[in-house]
C-alpha cells in the first residue's frame, strides 16, 4: 500500500482504520517533515493498540511475522502538484515495484493529504495502472472532519478500466486482422490482470484470436482446436455474440479439413486474399488470387476427372481422344505435371467451360502478377490493379465456379466484434 500522510485533528484515526481494513503485506508513508513528527507516531500507537505492529524496514531491520513494515519518504512540495507527481512516481518504482511488487497488488490511500498530494497520487497510480485507488470516509462533525469510529472504505478499481482498455485494443487489433499484435496484447494482460473472472475472459480472446489466425494460416486443424475451446465458454460466446458465428466456422472448418479439394477451399482462399487486400498488403493479396487460379483448375481435374496436376493420368486422355493434343501442346515438356496454363488447356480438352481464361482481364491480371516482386519481377502492385482483379475474381469466375458461391461466402468472412464492457 502507498499512503499520504497529512496532518489535522484526528486524520490519524482513518488512517490507521485504512492499514487495519487492508492489511498490507508493506506500506510506503508520503509524508511532509510535520506529518512525519506530528501524524505518524499517533498511526502507530492506534495499530499498536489493535495488535498490529509497525516497523520501519531497512536492510539490517528483522521485520516480527505479526508486524508490517514499512518505508518513509519525505516529500515537502506539499502545493506542487507536478512535482509531487514526478517524485510519486519514482518513490513507486524505486520502493514498491522493484521490491518484486506487480501493478496489481498496489493499492494507494488518498484519505489524507493535501489537494496536491492526493490529485498527484491518484494521477500516478492510473499512470502506473495500479490495482486500487482508496480513502476512508465517514460521519462528519461540526469541524467538517470524519468523527472516530464511524469510518468505512471506499474503494475504487482502476484495473477494470485498464482492462477494458486493452481488451479494446485486441478488440481492435483482432478486427483489423492484425492476429499476431493481439495476441502479444493479451500475453501482456495475462501477465498483469490476476482477477480470475478477467483471465477467463483473457483465456477465451485467446483461443479466439489463435483460432482465426490459424484458420488465415491455412492451419484448420489448428484453427479447430482453438476455436472449440473457445466455443465451450459460453458466457462469453453470449458476451460477444459470437456463439452462431462460431458454429458456422467449425461447420466449414470440418469441411475443409475433410476434403483438401473442397470448393469451400476455393472460397476460403478468396477471402484470405480479400484480407490481405483490405490490410493494404495488395502484392499479397494478387499472389493469392493468382494462387486461387491455379487451386480452381486442381479441385475441378480432381473432383470432375480423379486427375491432380502433379500426375496426369495419360491413359484417361487417351480414352477420350484427346492424347495427341496433349501431346502437341506440351512438346518437349513433361506431360503429367502442369502449372496453370496447362492444367486450363486440359480441363478445356476435357470439355470444361473455362473460357474465361482467356479473356483480356484475366491475361492482363496475370501479367500484373508475373512482373510483381512476388513472381518474377520488380513492379509493385497498387491498390486499383489488386481491386480489378479480387472484383473480377468475384463477380465473373467464382459464381461460375462455386456453386452457390454468394450464400457460402458469409462462412468465411471472419467476424467483427463489437467492443462491449
Not at 62 to 74: H, S
Not at 352 to 377: C, K, M
Request: glycine share 6%.
Amino acid at each position: 500500500m502507498v499512503m499520504t500522510v497529512g496532518t489535522g485533528k484526528d486524520v490519524w484515526h482513518g488512517l490507521a482504520y485504512s492499514i487495519e481494513n487492508a492489511n498490507p503485506d508493506f506500506v510506503l508513508f508520503l509524508v511532509t517533515r510535520e506529518s512525519m513528527e506530528k501524524t505518524l507516531p499517533l498511526i502507530k500507537a492506534e495499530l499498536e493498540r489493535q495488535g498490529i505492529g509497525l516497523v520501519e524496514y531497512t536492510r539490517n531491520t528483522a521485520i516480527p511475522e505479526d508486524a508490517i513494515p514499512y518505508i518513509l519518504v519525505e516529500d515537502n512540495n506539499i502545493n506542487n502538484t507536478e512535482k509531487l507527481l514526478e517524485n510519486y512516481r519514482k518513490y513507486i518504482e524505486k520502493y514498491v515495484l522493484r521490491r518484486g511488487y506487480s501493478p496489481g497488488e498496489i493499492s494507494v490511500d488518498i484519505t489524507s493529504g493535501t489537494k496536491a498530494m492526493s490529485s498527484a497520487l491518484v494521477f500516478v497510480a492510473l499512470e502506473l495502472e495500479l490495482n486500487e485507488v482508496r480513502y476512508v470516509e465517514g460521519e462528519r462533525g461540526k469541524d467538517g472532519r470524519v468523527t472516530p469510529g464511524t469510518e468505512r472504505v471506499v474503494s475504487q478499481k482502476p484495473l477494470r478500466i485498464f482492462f477494458e482498455k486493452r481488451k479494446g485494443e485486441v478488440i481492435l487489433y483482432f478486427n483489423k486482422f492484425l492476429f499476431e499484435s493481439a495476441l502479444t496484447l493479451l500475453g501482456q494482460m495475462e501477465e498483469e490482470f490476476v482477477n480470475p473472472e478477467r483471465r477467463r475472459e483473457i483465456e477465451f480472446l485467446t483461443h479466439l484470436v489463435k483460432g482465426f489466425k490459424k484458420w488465415d494460416l491455412f492451419d484448420f486443424t489448428g484453427a479447430m482446436d482453438e476455436l472449440k475451446k473457445a466455443n465451450e465458454m459460453e458466457d462469453f460466446l453470449k458476451k460477444y455474440r459470437l456463439k452462431k458465428k462460431l458454429e458456422i466456422a467449425l461447420g466449414t472448418l470440418r469441411k475443409e479439413i475433410d476434403n483438401p479439394y473442397s470448393y469451400y477451399r476455393v472460397v476460403d482462399l478468396f477471402y484470405n486474399g480479400k484480407r490481405r487486400f483490405m490490410m493494404g498488403r495488395y502484392d499479397d493479396a494478387v499472389a493469392r488470387f493468382y494462387r486461387l487460379l491455379e487451386y480452381i483448375a486442381q479441385c475441378v481435374l480432381k473432383n470432375e476427372h480423379k486427375m491432380e496436376t502433379g500426375e496426369i493420368d495419360l491413359e484417361k486422355l487417351k480414352e477420350k481422344g484427346i492424347y495427341e493434343k496433349w501431346l502437341e501442346f506440351r512438346k518437349n515438356a513433361d506431360l503429367q505435371r502442369v502449372g496453370l496454363q496447362g492444367a486450363y488447356y486440359l480441363l478445356g480438352l476435357l470439355g470444361e467451360p473455362v473460357d474465361w481464361t482467356n479473356s483480356e482481364e484475366v491475361r492482363r491480371f496475370l501479367h500484373q502478377r508475373n512482373y510483381s516482386i512476388l513472381a518474377h519481377g520488380f513492379v509493385p502492385i497498387d491498390k486499383e490493379k489488386a481491386g480489378a482483379f479480387m472484383e473480377y475474381l468475384e463477380r465473373e469466375i467464382l459464381p461460375k465456379v462455386v456453386e452457390n458461391f454468394k450464400r457460402l461466402s458469409k462462412n468465411f468472412e471472419f467476424p467483427q466484434i463489437e467492443v462491449r464492457p
